[in-house]
């Protein structure tokens, strides 16, 4: 065969596999053991089924090497040379007929601040894995079945750096999974779509959660900004169960042929199956598209240049608003900033962005830069504070181009780099990291020590450096220009040249614009008057951004009735909405830069209780202490203030306003609160007694990340948790469970091959005759299956699942 390349730019659509691990199932691999490691042992079974998806018309398909990290295996196997050998295993069986894309599936640990896992850790465990399947063979990596962005990241960063040691071309794709509109971890299907087009992956998409009436709506939230080919993968159908307890997925090959015939009308490239086909449902599916040929979606919103965060993105440019990037948090002229970044301390940073945020800023610009402050820790960890907190992109702000690197390597989406000048060398050095980092970046016309004065002297200058980018391989999306403000004061004709430079990026070269606004009126009185006026006329000109301070009103003002004007504010809702009881001198509410996608922003904390809300564990615990100090009863700090908030919470989880970042952060913060509080609960001798439950993962199963976040949440609400871990026998809880007294146990499973051993333990509980209910949960698991095995409940997340214990257990909740 050509080189899968080709697949990528001709008009014809193609076709991956589907389903392997109920197959492999079926051909002996045994309950509790993992795939790889069967595979491994047991080629020919793994290796005919590869082969029969190529005879089914599969044009690629995926290695058994979906759980091949280092976290994953067991301790001891050689992660490299294990996916080596599965890889040549499915190279042997296809011979040349199909395609090899080596699979890499989710590691079961967050990177943090989620989890305790850093971005570089988990770059090097994909590098080991991508490395070992790339010397066996595989034509193209597939990171799929992904639920977080920094990870999804992770992997096309590892596989570049593979194909860079290599000196090979190895083409990446990654797929997300999602549970509605959002990814387990919060993103979205668009800015899933924009993180990765920003890394220059070569095709993208979504697979398994459902079958392919259910993700119609994911797959059509993708297109108002692709441009990259896109696979889809559904399950066949929905999971069941037949008469004997087993999961079966019942949508036959010609019904899921005839479903997914949609995605290839919607403009996807490449098709296949996930959990539930088989090469029968390949075939069928073949037969059902061959006479489309594949049109590249043409995007309605064909936006130059967008930033995102785990969970939003902002696009610049175009028919999108005026975005603000938030200037505050740059220590010049601010001694408790300096003094407080000099001892790499962030509250003040926070207290600025937190004001930004709820000003209007789409993005917060973060410089550290001050005398005693360590640029090269002190910003990676302000940044990856931010992005903990704040549901906005980050522009990051330093001429160290080490501390530059390092804060890329804490960010899960798509930040911005500023700046890259002409200075000597410095298009070389950042350049390439904005391409491996997905980050967009500011180019600032500047070269040696003197400024350009003329609109044409910088657009010679811009032109140089996009020459020097294009050189480099770095795609022009990521570019947006800085217009380069001088003040009016000495150079009368200095806003004129703005004007004119900005125009010419937005007609001629098609580039998004910023500023540093205020440096037009420098010198001049009444400031405020000068910089708002110049922003309406730069907006005019085409400007799609500006560095500015965000509490500015009559900025805030200007830009709102711009977008109007512009007829960028459909039917001026926007304006409406902020300015309806507008007096002169009162201002509005709002900003250009909240339908930009920079999302709401959060006061400070003043209670225990809106400090656990907002998942701010440092401030809880300063207001704790506080509270204290006054006087006040632990037990009343207890029960009127964090019961009453994580219950909030956990409301706002049910009803989509809270995603698992959100959750994580106050559920970690509740603990932290409640570490300091139980010493003195215990002392007054009124402590309640906690209700104690048992924790595990069935026998098999090694996915434990579901598990730890309900055990993490049911502490909170006042159960003892013993966590037995994953792979856990039913014999062992069950024994654990009579020992400690609980009478609750739950169980977590990941897989439709592990659900099944739920039962084990619900048998044993009976034929011991013991009072203990057994509540199940996990991502394949559901009602009718608990009914079906005689569980006394099922809970689809973390809040449920309390709210179930807690019911089970005859406990009553504070509501």
Known sequence: MSDFRSLLSDSSLHFFDGGFGALLQSRGLPPGVAPEMFGVKNPEPVAAIHAEYAAAGAEVVTT????????????????????????????????????????????????????????????????????????????????????????????????????EQLSRDLPVGVTMTFEGAKSLTGTSPLTFID????????????????????????????????????LVQPNA???????????????????????????????????????????????????????????????????????????SSVAFGGENPLVIIGERINPTGKKVLADELSQNLHAEALRLATEQAAQGAGVLDVNVGAPMVDEK?????????????????????????????????????????????????????????????????????????????????????????????????????LVMVDALVLTVSSKALA?????????????????????????????????????????????????SSCIANPASRRLREAAAAAEVLLARDANAGRYIASYADWTPGAGGVGGPASGAGGGAGRGKAATPGEAVVMGDRDGLISLIEAELAAGADPFALVDGALIPAILEVGRKYERKEYFLPQLLRSAEAMQAGFARLEPLLMASGRAEKKTPIVMATVEGDIHDIGKNIVC????????????????????????????????????????????????????????????????????????????????????????????????????????
């Open 64 to 163: 058994n090497t979906f759980g091949g990290t280092r976290f994953k295996l067991d301790p001891g196997v050689d992660a490299r040379a294990l996916n080596r050998e599965l890889a040549r295993i499915a190279k042997r069986a296809v011979d040349g007929r199909a395609f090899v894309a080596g699979s890499v599936g989710p590691s079961g640990h967050f990177i943090a601040p989620l989890g305790d896992v850093s971005f570089r850790e988990m770059v090097a465990a994909y590098r080991e894995q991508i490395l070992g399947l790339a010397e066996g063979g595989a034509d193209l990596i597939l990171g799929e079945t992904q639920f977080d962005l920094a990870e999804a990241k992770a992997i096309v960063i590892a596989a570049r750096e593979v194909s």
């Open 195 to 230: 993180t990765m087009q920003n890394l220059g992956v070569d095709f993208l998409g979504t697979n398994c959660s459902a079958g392919p009436e259910q993700i119609v709506d994911v797959v059509r939230a993708m297109l108002p900004r692709l441009s990259t080919p896109l």
């Open 237 to 311: 159908g929905l999971p069941e169960l037949d008469e004997e307890g087993r999961t079966v997925f019942r949508l036959g090959p010609e019904d899921f042929a005839r479903q997914c015939r949609a995605f290839a009308e919607m403009g996807a490239k490449f098709l296949g199956g996930c959990c539930g086909t088989t090469p029968a449902h390949i075939s069928a599916l073949r037969a059902a598209v061959a006479d489309l040929p594949w049109r590249r979606p043409v995007p309605p919103d064909p936006s130059p240049l967008v930033l995102t965060c785990r969970s």
């Open 377 to 477: 820790t002190v910003l990676p960890a302000l940044a990856l504070a931010l992005s903990s907190r704040f549901e906005l992109p980050l522009s990051l702000d330093t001429s160290d181009i080490e501390a530059m690197e390092n804060a890329l390597w804490t960010q899960p989406g798509s930040p911005l780099v500023n700046s890259i000048s002409g200075e000597p060398g410095r298009m070389e050095q950042l350049g390439p990291l904005c391409k491996k980092f997905g980050a967009p970046f500011i180019l600032l016309p500047l070269e040696g020590r003197k400024l350009p004065y003329t609109a044409q002297e910088r657009i010679a200058v811009i032109d140089r450096l996009l020459a020097q980018a294009d050189s480099l391989g770095i795609p022009r999306r």
């Open 495 to 543: 806003a004129r040249h703005c004007l004119e430079t900005i125009r010419h990026c937005a007609d001629v070269l098609g580039l998004p614009t910023t500023m540093g606004l205020s440096n037009v009126s420098f010198g001049l009185p009444a400031r405020e008057l000068l910089n708002s006026s110049f922003l309406t006329l730069s907006m005019g000109a085409g400007l």
């Open 712 to 815: 993490l949440m049911l502490k909170n609400h006042g159960f003892e948790v013993f966590d037995l871990g994953k792979d856990v026998p039913a014999a062992q809880i069950v024994d654990e469970a009579e020992r400690v007294g609980a009478k609750v146990i739950g169980l977590s499973a990941l897989m439709t091959t592990t659900m099944v051993r739920m039962e084990d333990t619900v048998r044993l509980v009976k034929e011991r005759g013991l009072p203990i209910k057994v509540m199940i949960g996990g991502a394949v698991v559901t009602e009718a299956f608990a009914l079906s095995i005689g569980a006394d409940g099922f809970s689809r997340d973390a809040v449920a699942a309390v709210k179930l214990a807690a019911e089970l257990s005859g406990r009553v909740l504070a509501q």
